[in-house]
């Protein structure tokens, strides 16, 4: 892998953007781009405009994906339209001339017509075959004929160029051939995308083609020049084997194979830098992110609908700059007091950076607005173990609003959280004389003790007080059950 074209957090991700201050290449795993107008991508690091690299290195080149490319022909619309021409090849063994000769130029045309649909097509981003036009319209057939036209004029410009020289025809065809297999495909390529004969013949725009692609075009040419003399090998060896009905529609079935497989080869490759031939495709190309012990732990693929800010701050973590990133963290929550499910991840962040930094103060401050938000997100067994972070801190920590106590108690209790229990309700009545439902946090603690801990003395004692206190509260009635049960005698039955 070339430095730089990868990203340097997920090594087996191709890199989208550079950092030119920072000098590291990120994927857009890392970044959250910004899709309004106007905006402009920077580094979480530095906040540096980033510059944007090209999709070319990303899209796996055209050698790792034969494979794919060779059953290409078989998939969808494809494989109906080479059955289609190996029927319609039939025609050849009709003994009237005039069908004959209408078969054989209409199915060259029309597999070339198909190529260009599949060139074209595949040059956008689709890889899989297009459809089949049934509305067929005679101007179709304009691309087909075109390349015709510019291999006819291939040969007639290097006869012209070499005949006067004396050099024999022969050697002339083969010089031709050569001269073509070379320059051709960008031809193709021209006419493909631009649909103009002259286009496709100009030096300047063949150059321009073959210099973007660079040497895999080379490799491009070579492919191409095996698959050409496919189908003449594939009928030399079936020539003597299978009936002349047979060979013949198998002849078509190759030849229309190839061509396919040719077609959606340059496509392939058009697409692979369409940015730098000025295409714009239908479909962009998307890395998914595979697990791998690269990012193994950093959750890379996670949040990636979040806020902008965590791409940030956990680029900041892994460049080192931990107090840039607790400063950016806390920032962006005093600035941004609204809670849901994903600000929530960076209060986590925030409060994890403050366990490692022992910065107790700020973190006792942070879990009076962090535990609430946790309750709030029904997050329960979170917000109990951020309380636990505070009273660990300072054991003398409570929340300040009656009501976050009461939520963070019945979500100890569900979570059998027994002395977290203890713990809020320890010297409520005397800090909230007049909350409404103290009874019900009197009732949790009697529970709690006689249950869990055993401490039957301790509980009678809550019981009496609530009783007492509470005398016209409509749930004082489980209150006098539960301390008439432990009022009972050892042994006795209801």
Not at 143 to 165: D, Q
Not at 300 to 305: F, T, Y
Request: aromatic letters at 10%; hydrophobic letters at 45%.
């Amino acid at each position: 892998m070339s430095q730089g074209k990868y990203c340097k957090y997920h090594s087996d991700i191709p890199a989208k953007w550079y950092c030119t201050g920072c000098k590291i290449a990120l994927c857009s795993h890392c970044i959250m781009e910004e899709r309004q107008t106007g905006k402009i991508t920077v580094c979480p690091a530095c906040d540096k405009a980033l510059r944007k690299l090209s999709t070319a290195h990303a899209i796996p080149p055209f050698w790792k994906r034969m494979p794919t490319t060779f059953l290409y022909p078989f998939n969808g619309a494809s494989l109906t339209h080479l059955v289609g021409m190996s029927l319609f090849s039939l025609l050849f063994l009709v003994p009237l001339w005039p069908v004959i000769i209408v078969a054989l130029l209409m199915l060259p045309l029309m597999m070339l017509r198909y190529g260009f649909s599949v060139l074209q097509h595949t040059a956008t981003g689709h890889l899989t075959p297009p459809k089949i036009s049934l509305n067929f319209q005679l101007r179709e057939l304009a691309l087909p004929l075109k390349l015709i036209a510019i291999i006819i004029f291939l040969s007639l410009i290097m006869g012209l160029i070499l005949y006067p020289f004396g050099v024999n025809v022969v050697i002339i065809q083969l010089i031709a051939f050569a001269f073509s297999q070379l320059i051709l495909p960008a031809m193709v390529v021209l006419l493909a995308v631009y649909k103009g004969f002259f286009r496709a013949i100009n030096p300047v725009d063949i150059s321009f083609v073959v210099s973007t692609i660079g040497l895999p075009y080379l490799a491009l040419c070579g492919v191409l020049l095996l698959l050409s003399g496919a189908p003449a090998s594939a009928q030399f060896l079936l020539a003597s084997i299978i009936p002349l009905w047979m060979l013949t529609m198998f002849n078509i079935f190759i030849m229309g194979y190839f061509t396919v497989v040719t077609f959606h080869l340059l496509g392939y490759v058009v697409y692979q830098y369409h940015e730098h031939l000025g295409i714009k495709p239908e479909v962009e190309y998307a890395v998914k992110i595979k697990p791998s012990n690269s990012n193994k732990g950093t959750n890379a693929n996670q949040s990636s609908s979040s806020y902008p800010i965590l791409q940030k701050v956990r680029l900041l973590i892994k460049e080192g700059m931990q107090q840039a990133a607790k400063a950016t963290l806390k920032k962006e929550l005093l600035h941004h007091a609204e809670m849901d499910r994903a600000r929530i991840e960076l209060h986590q962040l925030y409060h994890q950076m403050l366990i490692n930094d022992q910065e107790h103060e700020t973190l006792l401050e942070h879990g009076n607005t962090f535990i609430p938000a946790l309750l709030d997100n029904q997050m329960g067994k979170q917000a109990i173990a951020v309380f636990r972070d505070c009273i660990d801190v300072d054991p003398k920590y409570h929340l300040t609003i009656p009501g976050d106590i009461h939520k963070l108690a019945t979500a100890a209790q569900k979570a059998d959280e027994h002395k977290i229990i203890l713990s809020l309700i320890n010297g409520f009545v005397q800090k909230h004389p007049d909350y409404p439902d103290t009874i019900e946090l009197l009732l949790m603690a009697a529970q709690s003790l006689q249950h869990h801990f055993r401490q039957d003395e301790k509980a009678k004692k809550i019981l009496v007080y609530a009783i007492k206190r509470y005398p016209e509260d409509a749930r004082i009635q489980r209150a006098k059950r539960d301390l008439m049960l432990l009022e009972r005698p050892s042994g006795a039955t209801a």
